[in-house]
């Protein structure tokens, strides 16, 4: 961690005491969870800056999965959210195919310090980033970012509720 993230760690508050301690709890706090995914999203970054052929497609598989995950956002189905990760759910298998044509690629570049990372993420106190982050990371290298786009559903279906009631 550099200095300046140390500080912002230290400044955001931790009630789980893994900031202060480096020790993985079984429950992160809300805090260290969200940390915990800008850490492996910023670890997939690093990797995949290293593949481009691999990291190609996956950004065209996550800018696809962003837009279907909008689409049934917006739908006027009974259970949006669950048609979202249903869309997270097909890019993730649209994951593992785009792992299996760049296994040449991928074996040339170490991934323990991204297994790692996602390791923290499975800690999380929210569920849907818990299975979602131990589903998708078996695929390879993109399940970070589409874990990530569940965070993103999650704001947007808050806002919607939020101007319904408010």
């Keep these: 961690m550099s200095g300046n993230e140390g500080k912002r760690a230290k400044s955001t508050p931790c009630d789980c005491g893994y900031v202060e301690s480096g020790v993985l709890p079984a429950r992160l706090c809300y805090a260290c969870g969200d940390r ?8 997939e970054k690093s990797v995949l800056g290293r593949m481009p ?7 065209e598989l996550v800018r696809e999965a962003a837009k279907s995950q909008d689409r049934a956002l917006k ?11 249903w869309e997270r759910s097909k890019a993730a298998r649209g994951l593992a195919r785009i792992r299996r044509a760049h296994r040449h690629e991928l074996a040339q570049v170490p991934l323990d310090r991204w297994n790692d ?11 849907l980033f818990r299975k979602e982050s131990k589903r998708f990371a078996k695929r390879g290298p ?20 939020r101007s319904r009631n408010g």
């Design 75 to 85: 739908a006027r189905a009974n259970e949006p959210f669950a048609d979202a990760a």
């Design 53 to 59: 052929g691999y990291a190609t497609a996956v950004a």
């Design 142 to 161: 993109g399940a970070a970012a589409l874990t990530a786009l569940g965070a993103v559903a999650m704001e947007d279906l808050l806002k919607v509720v």
């Design 36 to 43: 915990a995914l800008r850490a492996w999203e910023a670890e």
């Design 117 to 127: 990372a996602a390791a923290v993420v499975a800690h999380d106190p929210r569920e």
